[in-house]
């Protein structure tokens, strides 16, 4: 159970870490016309910010993520809906951040979240296959 939001406490230090390693955002300043990009300095109070939000979710998120991955290695069909929330995640993720958000526009950016959601739909199938398959097996195999 504290495994999972201290995981993921070092993801979000090491992810804001790096961004703030790296000194500086880059974007375009649409107004002048230009295409070259513009170096803005780091807002500094954001990335502290952003990164105690993520710290409070993880503290609230992590023991339950990390209870809901306990339940999900019970056998047979108890375990299948905890098994299910990775690829299920997936493809919510897919349907509902690809359509119309324009920084993951453009033929590599589909492909990918293409491939992800595909990927998803037939983890899912698998699993449910293999949960439904072993149940059944456990139903037929005689307790001594």
Not at 2 to 21: E, F, N, Q, R
Not at 91 to 113: C, Q, S, Y
Not at 126 to 138: F, G, K
Request: aromatic share 10%; hydrophobic share 55%.
């Amino acid at each position: 159970m504290w495994l999972a939001p201290a995981s993921l406490v070092v993801a979000v230090a090491a992810y804001y870490l790096v961004k703030m390693g790296q000194g500086e955002f880059r974007v375009f300043d649409m107004a002048a016309g230009s295409q070259q990009m513009e170096s803005l300095p780091i807002d500094w109070a954001g990335f502290i910010g952003n990164a105690m939000a993520w710290w409070v979710a993880a503290c609230i998120f992590g023991p339950l993520l990390g209870w809901a991955g306990t339940l999900a290695r019970q056998p047979h069909l108890r375990g299948l809906a905890f098994r299910l929330m990775v690829p299920l995640i997936a493809i919510v993720d897919v349907n509902l951040r690809l359509p119309g958000n324009p920084e993951l526009d453009g033929a590599v950016a589909t492909n990918t979240w293409t491939a992800v959601g595909i990927a998803a739909v037939v983890a899912c199938v698998l699993l449910s296959a293999w949960a439904v398959q072993t149940s059944i097996r456990a139903r037929r195999t005689p307790r001594p």
